[in-house]
């Protein structure tokens, strides 16, 4: 048997009163102290706590009512601020007032526990209404994610289109976009399992997707270094021949050091080790930056050989 819906707004209405009671004796305290003498103090605090059981005891009527058991939890709590109670009023009949003050507060902060222990047990029956509703907003939700991812995997396709075949992949999108179309008629026609079926597979379609693209990204990136690999040996050549020309020793030294260098990245490259690529890549580029630098023509002669240092390009 399951609550009605009338005792969980209940609880919320006595969970509120509650709260209202500890902003009124936090706000009232510094005012209390000064207005009153310390017992009338403790004694508006009583009435506060008097009110909040009152609340508590009315719910707890109400699930008995409704065929319901009390938490444990909520019991046991309610328990210890009906302790707490009594020792606040014993401390109060011995004078202690900042005491009894204290105890007082706890038991109300315990009667507040065992109201939201309570308002968490209580079971809610949603409407059908409610959760087709519910149903439409989630996947609706997870549509409206796989148009986006779509979208992004698009832009990627685009960008891995040069040099590629990539007529698959966009065979590919198309079907998952009818998918996604027929997901969201689903949708709206409250056919939830169907538009579920249709994400389902629009995901594997999506995920198979971006195993290729990941696979074109890597393909693309060794494309680019080994043209750039093509290019230095090409701007080696070119000092070299200067290097020859003018019997720089120096130069040749860098030369072949930056060749070396070159060799060993290309290795690499087959391997497809990308990061030790890399690094033989700059070591290359800064041998072949000192046989530049060897080359340079003393300041008497700068200005006419000036325009003959071959360029260097930027590294991948």
Do not use: C
């Not at 209404?129 to 519910?134: A, D, G, I, K, P």
């Not at 072949?288 to 260097?312: C, I, R």
């Amino acid at each position: 048997m399951h609550l009605k819906p009338a005792p969980k707004w209940l609880v919320i209405l006595a969970l509120m009163v509650v709260a209202l009671s500890a902003l009124v004796l936090a706000s009232s305290s510094a005012s209390l102290q000064e207005a009153t003498a310390a017992s009338d103090k403790t004694q508006d605090l009583f009435s506060l706590f008097q009110n909040a059981n009152a609340t508590v005891s009315e719910i707890f009527r109400q699930f008995k009512e409704d065929g319901e058991t009390v938490p444990q939890a909520s019991l046991d709590e309610y328990n210890q601020a009906l302790v707490l109670a009594e020792e606040s009023k014993s401390l109060l009949q011995a004078g202690n007032y900042s005491g009894a003050d204290g105890k007082i507060v706890q038991a109300l902060q315990k009667l507040k526990e065992a109201l939201r222990i309570a308002y968490a047990a209580i079971p809610e029956q949603p409407t059908e209404t409610e959760v087709s509703l519910e149903r439409t907003v989630q996947v609706k939700s997870s549509i409206n994610r796989y148009y986006e991812q779509l979208q992004r995997i698009e832009n990627l396709t685009r960008l891995a289109a040069v040099g590629y075949n990539t007529t698959t992949l966009e065979d590919k999108i198309q079907t998952i976009k009818s998918l996604l179309d027929k997901a969201s008629s689903n949708v709206d026609q409250k056919r939830f399992e169907a538009a579920l079926a249709n994400l389902a597979d629009a995901k594997t379609l999506i995920d198979r997707i971006l195993s290729s693209i990941d696979n074109f990204a890597v393909d693309l990136r060794i494309q680019r270094i080994a043209n750039y690999i093509n290019q230095t040996q090409e701007r080696l050549d070119t000092i070299r021949e200067k290097a020859e020309a003018l019997s720089n020793e120096a130069s040749l030294a860098a030369l072949n050091s930056a060749e070396t260098s070159l060799d060993n990245a290309k290795e690499y490259l087959e391997e497809q080790r990308i990061n030790e690529t890399l690094s033989e890549l700059a070591n290359s580029k800064v041998s072949e930056e000192e046989a530049v630098e060897y080359l340079k023509p003393t300041a008497t002669s700068l200005d006419a050989t000036s325009s003959k240092t071959p360029n260097t390009v930027q590294a991948p």
